[in-house]
């Protein structure tokens, strides 16, 4: 029986096997893969494996759920599908015995800063306003 594994950004994992009906994604604590943020409906989208084959489906969730960008409603998955549920990304992969794996990436509030380099300023918080910057002089420079 295939199983999926849920693999979260602080290590741990969670091993469920797959029945007959979907693996739910959701907030609830009751959902097989919980994941906790704002943006995921309490039950959100379900993952289920049949005639060969991992589906993910999306069971009426308020934001949506999306597959490498687009919104799906029901597809299948393939190893390498990026999945995006609210804030939470999900990288799906499936291992040589056929078991699935869900890994998800951590969520990052701001841009990487290269290192050394210098901070990217904030986009223009309305449309049409544009950003300036000037040069500034220390006190008792020429």
Do not use: W
């Amino acid at each position: 029986m295939p199983a999926l594994i849920h693999k979260r950004p602080d290590g741990t994992e969670k091993r469920i096997e797959i029945g007959s009906k979907p693996l739910i994604i959701g907030r609830l604590p009751e959902s097989e893969l919980q994941v906790r943020d704002a943006f995921i409906s309490r039950v959100h989208a379900g993952i289920g494996y049949a005639n060969n084959a991992f589906t993910l489906k999306d069971l009426g969730s308020t934001n949506g759920t999306y597959r490498n960008g687009a919104r799906v409603f029901e597809c299948n998955l393939a190893s390498g599908d990026k999945i995006q549920v609210g804030n939470a990304s999900l990288i799906f992969e499936i291992e040589a015995n056929g078991d699935g794996i869900l890994r998800q990436i951590p969520h990052m509030t701001t841009a990487p800063r290269p290192p050394g380099g210098p901070a990217v300023p904030p986009p223009p918080s309305r449309p049409g306003e544009k950003q300036l910057t000037v040069p500034v002089k220390a006190p008792g420079q020429p």
